[in-house]
Each structure stands twice: as structure tokens, then as C-alpha cells.
């Protein structure tokens, strides 16, 4: 089974309201990424938080990390058209050289 | 200045056929990664290779093959085509491992018909 797991896996607010994303995930890790894709592009790394940290923030981006429930979340603030893509959890494991990707949350920016 | 390239990006062949996809990054990295993402969006690592090593196989048929000539390139090659090879390849690129953050190619669309 996947290591990584968003939810929702769709999200449509309007422009200027916050959007949150969770992920889960199952095993021992050594950070934990988040991601953008737009459509029919690659992905773009957004910011990474280590195992050790709690809180991270990168302008309207804010990422908390949860180990003992093994649990993140994105939150987006005063969100804009152009942040309509999909949101995707990538977790580094632990004596792996791999990161594991989620099934993404896919969120539209209704204007 | 394009980081992590790939060619081609659109690829229609048909089925028994062999097609290879190239990448290429300009950045210095020493790990080069493949993956692959189906009509879900699920992306799925594929292999990974540090210093033209390889050092992640995961369970790919050996009708996929990979080949690194040097750390800033890497090439899937794929032979005998099947219908369910239809997806998106990525390639990626990272200083070392799963500590760091990775580049992506802008991907291939491979279409099997």
C-alpha cells in the first residue's frame, strides 16, 4: 500500500479563503515534501520540513509535521487563481534513497 | 536555462515497439531518478541512479532498462511495448538521495496504441 495519503483528494474554494491539505503516512521518515503540479507540467518542489521540525513556513505556505501521528498539512493562504494545481506528500524514508509520493489533492481557486 | 530536460515529450507508438526516452540536467546533481505516473496521477519511482550507479530497482519489468553514460544524463529505454506502459515519465534530478528536494523534468506522455 502507499506509504503517502491526502486528503481530500479534491478541494475547491474561493480565491482569498485558505486551503488545507493533510497527508498521512505509515512508516519512519527522515523529512516530509510537499509539492506542485499544474497541469500537464512537472512537479515543482514547494518546501521541506525535516523529522525534527514541527512548523515550517515559506511565504503563504505554512507545513506542520506531526511524527507521533504520522501526519502533515499544507495550508495555502489567501489563495489565488494560480495556485489552482494538485498538491502532492512526498515522505523521505528513513535508510532509503527514495522519497514516496501521496495520490496528490487536486485544488481549483474558484475567482 | 532549462534544469531537468526530457525528450521527446509527447511519444505515440504502437505496441511491440522499442522507444527511448532521454533526460538531462544541468545542475550538477549526483542523483537522477525515473518515474512513472498513471491516469490517477499516482507517481511511482522507478529507478534511481547516484554517480551513474544504479541504486533503486523497484519492481519494473526488464522490458525497462536504464542507462546513466554520465552523472548528468539519464535514458530509459523501453522495449516491447505494451498498452499498459501508457502513462507520463518523469525524470528527476536531486543533490544526493531523499534528504534534498527534487527537480522534475517537464515529463513524457507516452501513448501506446
Known amino acids: 500500500s502507499q506509504q503517502g495519503e491526502e486528503d481530500p483528494q479534491a478541494l475547491s474554494i474561493q480565491e482569498g479563503e485558505n486551503a488545507t491539505m493533510n497527508c498521512s503516512y505509515k512508516?519512519?521518515?527522515?523529512?516530509l515534501q510537499w509539492y506542485r503540479q499544474n497541469s500537464g507540467r512537472g512537479l515543482v518542489h514547494l518546501i521541506l520540513i525535516r523529522s525534527n521540525e514541527r512548523e515550517k513556513h515559506s511565504g503563504r505556505l505554512r507545513v506542520t509535521l506531526d511524527t507521533s501521528k504520522k501526519s502533515s498539512s499544507l495550508l495555502i493562504t489567501a489563495s489565488r487563481a494560480a495556485d489552482t494545481a494538485s498538491y502532492f506528500c512526498a515522505t523521505g524514508l528513513l535508510g532509503a534513497q527514495k522519497l514516496v509520493f501521496g495520490q496528490g489533492t487536486r485544488l481549483t481557486i474558484n475567482p | 536555462d532549462t534544469a531537468v530536460s526530457q525528450t521527446p515529450k509527447y511519444l505515440v507508438t504502437q505496441m511491440g515497439n522499442d522507444k527511448s526516452i532521454k533526460c538531462e540536467q544541468n545542475?550538477?546533481?549526483?542523483?537522477m531518478y525515473w518515474y512513472k505516473q498513471d491516469s490517477k496521477k499516482f507517481l511511482k519511482i522507478m529507478f534511481s541512479?547516484?554517480?551513474?550507479?544504479?541504486?533503486i530497482n523497484e519492481t519494473v519489468p526488464n522490458r525497462f532498462s536504464p542507462k546513466s553514460p554520465d552523472k548528468a544524463h539519464l535514458n530509459l529505454h523501453i522495449n516491447s511495448l505494451e498498452l499498459g506502459d501508457s502513462a507520463v515519465y518523469f525524470c528527476?534530478?536531486?543533490?544526493?538521495?531523499?534528504?534534498?528536494?527534487?527537480?522534475f523534468g517537464p515529463g513524457t506522455r507516452l501513448t501506446v496504441t
Open positions: 545542475l550538477g546533481h549526483d542523483t
Open positions: 512508516t519512519s521518515i527522515n523529512n
Open positions: 528527476a534530478s536531486s543533490p544526493q538521495g531523499s534528504v534534498y528536494e527534487q527537480y
Open positions: 541512479y547516484n554517480n551513474k550507479e544504479l541504486i
